[in-house]
């Protein structure tokens, strides 16, 4: 197989590269690193299968097809996955996220059609906005403010749907589509501002974790190497053809709460610092996982205690 990643220089993207090489498959990786890293792709690198493009999948895609060209084939299945992910990194770069998530995923339709490949868009839970039912399912349609500070993303994200189920439609194009829930593991960058990066330095560094609002709202987190063998699973899947699928943990906490297992995995209490809670967070999330289960035969397995063990432990090093 020969897979193309855009994004492969991101957290969940270069776990993919890594996943697809381990697995023996050609890897082509692009991404303009506004919120990756080289360093992420150091593995990758040493792998003769392993092909690097610098470009923004916005701009100048015609080097994208040119460096593909002088290639013997082209990829087999297309993955998208370039995207600010983080609020805080979508904050500083709306514009982009507006414009890699529409303009950018119909390049990736297009693409894709013209290679006769498989597409994999990467959406994202948010999609489902404040949920309004719990836990979410695929069904779900959303509770999504159209122009609040998180809409660039989330309606970004919303409208690439709508653009891969467009080419479905009228091209028959071989695509799925996965939610996404919030994932965390290694190289997660200290500082892109989700809430386990920000609890784990801070634990590390000593300070006080800065719980927003009282702590009260859920989130349901996933450690990367389950999702990366969800993704895995969908994208050989003939009969995610044309579905909406999440992949994340069901396993549902409060911050408050989430707090208390970082200190116990760090072994001593944190303080905890309160700010406002951010504009339109959602109140609760939870995926409802079960067509993922009956349609992949994929749930996690990692626990959060053990996922946040692996997570420390990267940290901890001082290349990251
Ligand atoms: P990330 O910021 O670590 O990775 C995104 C990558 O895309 C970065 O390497 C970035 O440089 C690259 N990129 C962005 N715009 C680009 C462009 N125009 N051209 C080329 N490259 C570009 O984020 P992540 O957490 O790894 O998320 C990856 C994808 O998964 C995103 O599409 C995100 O929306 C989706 N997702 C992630 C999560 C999560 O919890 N991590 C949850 C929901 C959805
Ligand atoms: N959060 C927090 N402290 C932080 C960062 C985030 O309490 O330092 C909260 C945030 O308000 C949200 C949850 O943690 O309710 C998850 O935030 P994150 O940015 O990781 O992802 P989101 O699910 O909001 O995209």
Same mark, same amino acid.
């Given at each position: 197989?020969?897979?193309?990643?855009?994004?492969?220089?991101?957290?969940?993207?270069?776990?993919?590269?890594?996943?697809?090489?381990?697995?023996?498959?050609?890897?082509?990786?692009?991404?303009?690193?506004?919120?990756?890293?080289?360093?992420?792709?150091?593995?990758?690198? $040493?792998?003769?299968?392993?092909?690097?493009?610098?470009?923004?999948?916005?701009?100048?895609?015609?080097?994208? $097809?040119?460096?593909? *060209?002088?290639?013997?084939?082209?990829?087999?299945?297309?993955?998208?996955?370039?995207?600010?992910?983080?609020?805080?990194?979508?904050?500083?770069?709306?514009?982009?996220?507006?414009?890699?998530?529409?303009?950018?995923t119909e390049? %990736?339709c297009r693409?894709a059609l013209e290679? #006769?490949?498989?597409l994999?868009?990467?959406?994202?839970?948010?999609?489902?906005?404040?949920?309004?039912?719990?836990?979410?399912?695929?069904?779900?349609?959303?509770?999504?403010?159209?122009? #609040?500070?998180?809409?660039?993303?989330?309606?970004? $994200?919303?409208?690439?749907?709508a653009l891969v189920f467009a080419y479905v439609r009228k091209y028959d194009l071989d695509a799925?589509?996965?939610?996404?829930?919030?994932?965390?593991?290694?190289?997660?960058?200290?500082?892109?501002?989700?809430?386990?990066?920000?609890?784990?330095?801070?634990?590390?560094?000593?300070?006080?974790?800065?719980?927003?609002?009282?702590?009260?709202?859920?989130?349901?987190? %996933?450690?990367?190497?389950?999702?990366?063998? #969800?993704?895995? *699973? %969908?994208?050989?899947?003939?009969?995610?053809?044309g579905?909406?699928?999440?992949?994340?943990?069901?396993?549902?906490?409060?911050?408050?709460?989430?707090?208390?297992?970082?200190?116990?995995?760090?072994?001593?209490?944190?303080?905890?610092?309160?700010?406002?809670?951010?504009?339109?967070?959602?109140?609760? *999330? %939870?995926?409802?996982?079960?067509?993922?289960?009956?349609?992949?035969?994929?749930?996690?397995?990692?626990?959060?205690?053990? #996922?946040?063990?692996?997570?420390?432990?990267?940290?901890?090093?001082?290349?990251?």
């Amino acid at each position: 197989m020969k897979i193309l990643i855009t994004g492969g220089a991101g957290f969940v993207g270069s776990h993919l590269v890594d996943r697809y090489l381990r697995d023996g498959s050609e890897v082509v990786a692009v991404d303009n690193f506004i919120t990756g890293a080289r360093e992420n792709l150091a593995a990758a690198f $040493k792998e003769p299968r392993f092909h690097f493009i610098e470009a923004d999948v916005t701009g100048a895609w015609d080097d994208v $097809k040119e460096a593909l *060209r002088n290639q013997d084939r082209p990829p087999d299945a297309l993955l998208h996955f370039a995207s600010p992910a983080s609020p805080v990194d979508y904050a500083n770069h709306p514009l982009e996220t507006l414009s890699v998530n529409s303009l950018g995923t119909e390049r %990736c339709c297009r693409l894709a059609l013209e290679w #006769g490949a498989r597409l994999l868009f990467a959406s994202t839970s948010e999609c489902y906005g404040d949920p309004k039912e719990h836990p979410q399912r695929e069904e779900y349609w959303g509770n999504v403010n159209p122009n #609040g500070p998180r809409s660039c993303y989330d309606e970004a $994200k919303r409208y690439g749907e709508a653009l891969v189920f467009a080419y479905v439609r009228k091209y028959d194009l071989d695509a799925r589509v996965i939610r996404i829930f919030n994932t965390y593991g290694p190289r997660m960058r200290r500082n892109d501002g989700r809430v386990v990066p920000n609890f784990i330095a801070q634990a590390l560094e000593g300070k006080p974790l800065t719980v927003y609002g009282e702590g009260k709202q859920t989130r349901s987190f %996933c450690y990367v190497d389950d999702l990366v063998d #969800g993704i895995v *699973r %969908c994208v050989a899947s003939d009969e995610t053809r044309g579905q909406v699928v999440n992949l994340g943990n069901p396993d549902e906490h409060t911050i408050e709460e989430f707090a208390e297992i970082v200190s116990r995995i760090v072994g001593r209490p944190l303080k905890r610092e309160h700010r406002p809670m951010p504009v339109d967070d959602p109140g609760r *999330r %939870c995926p409802d996982i079960s067509r993922a289960k009956t349609v992949l035969d994929w749930y996690p397995r990692v626990t959060l205690e053990e #996922g946040l063990r692996r997570t420390v432990s990267a940290f901890s090093l001082p290349t990251i």
